[in-house]
């Protein structure tokens, strides 16, 4: 190696350093004076009876299901990631309410997520933790932290002042109060919200966000009929709808515009962006919740194939922080036998 080499590469071996150490440290929180380190995130989560025992910190309550991701081709052309390429590979799902709370009401939680585990080719793997909400309730992972511990906090103007100093939470208001709500896990949209870097073949980079488009048709139903269905239906509904036949959702990935912000997933792209739709994920089987494939599995947005990279959106890195403290107390406590796979049956783990 020439001398020129040499000094080149230790540049770049202390660059890739600065950026792990930094990612220790975001993690760690030191940069941030643990203003943001997961442990506060967690703390801010807890749910007034407790975290269940073995449970997520957060989207305690799901469904685990498995299936497949059939790729089409077509989204080869704005990523070279091998699971772009046609083909049919296999897939852990997750259907859960947005709440940390493993009693929450399926009938009062507004906020639904799915998240999946995709191996691609050679064993790749994207995993992936997506809502039904359009876009993100605040802008950045400190304004997330600052709204949940408003809602955790017992003054009744916490909120108004997370209000106030984030204008962006009144449009997450609006959603709430009017979105149609459905009785049904496999009605929802899914949408992953923040803003990742697809990288083509010829090495082109792409903004993109991601959504799952339902087969199936949403049918609204009032609240009061939700709440006539009790707080666990959507268990039963889901194991209902998979034994009469598999549950399909169409993958489009929206390509940003020159312009348009990827930073902040409160902010959704206006309408008309180029899509591509890459495949159809298929769900063929419920699985136990507790013992299932999904309990080791930690549905991490910073784990991606080649072909898709995290950007400028402060929130995968931030998530992936505190669903690793997550993941370490719930598999912790998993191994002392105590899990109850959000189905409250042991509270108030840390
Ligand atoms: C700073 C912001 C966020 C924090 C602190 C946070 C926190 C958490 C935590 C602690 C978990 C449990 C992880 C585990 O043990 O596996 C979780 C799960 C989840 N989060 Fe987030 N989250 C954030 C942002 C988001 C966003 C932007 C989305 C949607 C795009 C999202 C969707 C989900 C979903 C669907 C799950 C459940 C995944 C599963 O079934 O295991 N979260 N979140």
Known sequence: MAAGNV????????????????AFAWAGG????????????????????????GDRRNHAKGVCVTGTFTADGAATAVSHASL??????????????????????????RVRGFGFDITGPGGEEWRSANIDV???????????????????????????????AHPELKAFGGWAKSAPWTASFAEEQYNGIDAFVATDAAGSRHFVRWSLLPAATAQQVTPDALKAKG?????????????????????????????????????????????VAAGTITLTAGQDNVAGPCRDVNFDP?????????????????????????????????????ATGGHDTGRNAQ
């Open 7 to 22: 000094v080149r590469g230790g540049a770049v071996i202390g660059a890739v350093l600065a950026v792990l150490v930094a």
């Open 30 to 53: 030191w940069l941030s004076g643990d203003r943001l380190s997961p442990e506060r995130f967690i703390t801010a989560l807890k749910p007034p009876g407790g975290f269940g025992y």
């Open 84 to 109: 772009f390429r046609p083909g049919t590979y296999p897939l852990i799902g997750r259907f859960s309410l947005g709440s940390a709370d493993p009693a929450a009401s399926d009938s009062a939680t």
């Open 134 to 164: 359009p876009f993100f309730p605040v802008a950045t992972p400190d304004a997330f932290l600052q709204l949940l511990q408003a809602s955790g906090s017992k003054d009744p103007g916490a909120i108004g002042q997370v209000a106030a």
């Open 231 to 275: 707080p666990d239906f959507l268990d039963r509904e889901l194991e209902s709808r998979l034994a009469s036949g598999p549950l399909h959702w169409r993958m489009v990935l929206t390509e940003a515009a020159p312009g348009d912000q990827t930073a902040d997933p409160s902010q959704a792209w206006p309408a008309g962006r180029p899509t």
């Open 302 to 338: 910073t784990i991606l194939p080649s072909g898709l990279a995290t950007g400028d959106d402060p929130f995968p890195a931030a998530r992936s922080a505190v669903y690793a403290v997550s993941y370490n107390r719930r598999t912790a406590q998993e191994a002392s036998g105590q």
